[in-house]
């Protein structure tokens, strides 16, 4: 066993070595930069210490060797990690990553984000997600050729402002209300369990009860990266979550009592998101999303199970969209506007394009807008 595990430690040093052989200097993107640098350093520091286990597992002469054996395995885990979410934007350096992130930092700039701005690659095998461990965004491989969900962008920066809240010293105000927003939640549900059980109610409608809040521990971060988005983006965010609803969305009223649901349904972040859209002072945006959306949520009827009114109650989604919106403005984040949006000189700005090609999508005919969306993006290119 001590030869074979010396064979592995030598085996991942090697692949360390392959993968950082993999980021292609000089780099085509500067944007690209900080990520290169974080994985550069992370496999520096996973050579070091495997080459340090190397040593120490060499001097140990029948001695118990299974301390090694984790950390030998803990390296392999962060080195597969940079493998899989790390290298493969800096290896591939395509235009259309090199556009993305150009994107992105101009994101990152428009609505005063204070941290660098996370990475993007377009080599995702799903939807958008993010990966904390390398802060890369992942997108669909086509995105860079479409606008319409690529509001999303600002959904997944909502997950890095999650992550960086607990470090960052100008995000203080989004920590503290967000751990009020869930303060809220538990309150609510203390008060409807005291009523139930005042009123005898039955068991599994107590133990419902308590599963749907124990599902907030997630909801609650969905629901912020949503607000996150709304309120940096505006509209453009409401109409692609309608969007990606109707092409994608099983059930818009999901619940889960036994099992684990990460997301909150789609019916709850749409209603979350015209408390938002409110707010900001976009209601007749929002009168019109939510006409939308009543047509489209007739596809799905309205088959809710009887734990549903339990689940997302429309007191605390209110109380939720006003601490997060308090919170962004004392952070000091650029929020929508209709004076924003409207132009005011700065038609690069990207959530004015992403809001115009809302706008242009229901004014114009398919493939009009589609030629409309083609010029608009290869101006963004040249630009």
Not at 69 to 97: A, K, M, N
Not at 286 to 302: M, T
Not at 314 to 338: P, Y
Request: glycine letters at 4%; a negative charge.
């Amino acid at each position: 066993m001590r030869a074979y595990l010396e064979s592995i430690i030598l085996e991942q040093i090697n692949r360390a070595e392959e993968l950082k052989k993999k980021i292609h200097y000089p780099l085509k993107y500067p944007e690209l930069s900080g990520l290169a640098e974080r994985c550069t350093l992370i496999l520096d520091e996973q050579i070091n210490i495997l080459r340090e286990l190397k040593r120490e597992l060499q001097s140990r002469e029948n001695c118990d060797i299974r301390d090694i054996f984790r950390e030998v395995r803990l390296c392999i885990w962060e080195i597969s990690l940079l493998e899989y979410y790390g290298i493969p934007p800096l290896y591939l350096q395509t235009p259309d990553i090199g556009f993305l992130n150009k994107l992105m930092f101009k994101i990152h700039q428009e609505i005063k984000l204070p941290f660098p701005p996370p990475t993007v690659s377009c080599t995702s095998g799903e939807y958008y997600y993010s990966h904390p461990f390398t802060n890369v965004i992942f997108v669909p491989l086509a995105e860079p050729e479409f606008l319409l969900h690529m509001p999303d962008l600002y959904h997944e920066v909502g997950h890095h402002v999650i992550e960086n809240m607990k470090s960052e010293l100008r995000l203080q105000p989004i920590k503290q209300n967000y751990l009020l927003a869930f303060s809220k939640v538990t309150e609510y549900y203390s008060r409807i369990l005291v009523n139930k059980r005042r009123d005898y109610a039955p068991p599994d409608i107590l133990m419902a009860i308590q599963r749907i809040h124990s599902q907030w521990k997630d909801w609650i971060e969905e629901f912020f990266c949503d607000l996150f988005a709304l309120y940096t983006l505006g509209p453009a965010y409401a109409w692609s979550h309608l969007h990606l609803t109707t092409k994608k969305s099983n059930d818009i009223y999901e619940l889960h009592i036994l099992q684990k649901q990460t997301h909150p349904s789609d019916e709850s972040r749409m209603r979350i998101l015209m408390h938002a859209l409110r707010n900001l002072g976009f209601a007749r945006e929002a009168d019109e999303i939510q006409s939308r959306w009543f047509q489209v949520a007739l596809f799905w009827g309205n088959n809710t199970v009887a734990e549903y009114q339990y689940a997302f109650p429309d007191e605390v989604l209110g109380e939720i969209a006003e601490l997060v919106l308090d919170a962004m403005r004392a952070a000091g984040f650029s929020l929508a506007s209709s004076e924003i949006l409207s132009g005011n000189g700065q038609e690069t700005e990207i959530r004015i394009v992403l809001n115009r090609a809302w706008q242009k999508f229901w004014q114009l005919q398919g493939h009009e807008f589609r030629e409309w969306e083609k010029s608009c993006i290869q101006s963004m290119r040249d630009s």
